[in-house]
């Protein structure tokens, strides 16, 4: 039972290990998946100093900016975005590029306006799931773009089109996690063991994104090893 408790609460560090791992053994990857690399790790830092005040917080009496992990979550979802962005332009530049452009600049005023008139990004109490929802929904919207576009235009299963399995990863993190944003502050008034479950599941499709990236990274790899063998 401690061990289970102990991965549970630990899974949004210990999934990010399992694609990182794949990629240390396969590091051979296309330049596309450079954001994908670069947030990997970055998420890596993120959960684990989120958990890390998160477990101490109980135990000592720590400084203010210590007090709660919400800015880190934040921070977090920033980060993801326009990582991402940046996946979604360098997938695909030919279909869609005003919108990839104009999504971004959209993101950033949201947060402009928000973090400055309506929230303020280091307020230790909740988190910003107005940030998370939104952040969600538009990478949402960025992978109905990649679904739409490669059935439109390319005769190749979509299966086997480069970007799928990271693309299918996120959207079932973001389209597990839109509805959970908007109501998680809701729940945490009303009944806090919904809210505590509500977590739960997100973590769970976070665990399914980490591993349809880590089958990306193999892949990938792997399709450049059969080239070269092809072309030999």
């Known amino acids: 039972m401690h061990v289970y408790k102990l991965l549970k ?5 210990w999934a990010l290990i399992i694609p ?15 954001p994908i690399i670069i947030y990997l790790f970055l998420a890596l830092v993120f959960n684990t100093a989120a958990n890390i005040i998160w477990k101490t917080s109980y ?3 720590l400084p203010k900016w210590l007090e709660s992990n919400n800015y880190i979550y934040n921070l977090h979802a920033v980060v993801r975005f326009y990582l991402f962005a940046w996946f979604f332009t360098l ?25 400055i008139w309506a929230e303020d990004f280091f307020f230790f109490d909740k988190l910003s799931n107005r940030l998370h929802a939104v952040e ?25 089109s480069e970007g799928f399995w990271v693309v299918t ?20 008034r009303e009944n806090i063991e919904i809210a505590i479950d509500l977590w739960q599941v ?19 790899d792997s399709k450049q090893r059969h080239a070269i063998i092809t072309n030999s």
Request: charged share 15%; with cysteine; proline share 4%.
């Open 136 to 160: 969600a929904g538009l990478l949402l919207i960025y992978s109905l773009m990649f679904y739409w576009s490669k059935l439109q235009f390319e005769h190749i299963s979509i299966t086997k």
């Open 59 to 61: 135990l000592y009496e």
């Open 202 to 220: 997100q973590k769970v499709a976070f665990l399914l994104f980490c591993i349809f990236i880590a089958k990306a990274f193999y892949d990938m």
């Open 169 to 188: 990863g996120l959207a079932i993190f973001v389209l597990t996690s839109f509805p959970i944003y908007l109501y998680y502050e809701l729940s945490l």
């Open 20 to 34: 990182i791992s794949v990629l240390l053994f396969k590091p051979k990857q296309p330049f596309v998946h450079r």
């Open 91 to 115: 997938i695909d530049r030919k279909t869609y590029p005003i919108v990839k452009k104009l999504i971004p600049l959209l993101f950033t005023l949201f947060l402009i306006i928000n973090f």
């Open 9 to 13: 609460d630990w899974l949004e560090v």
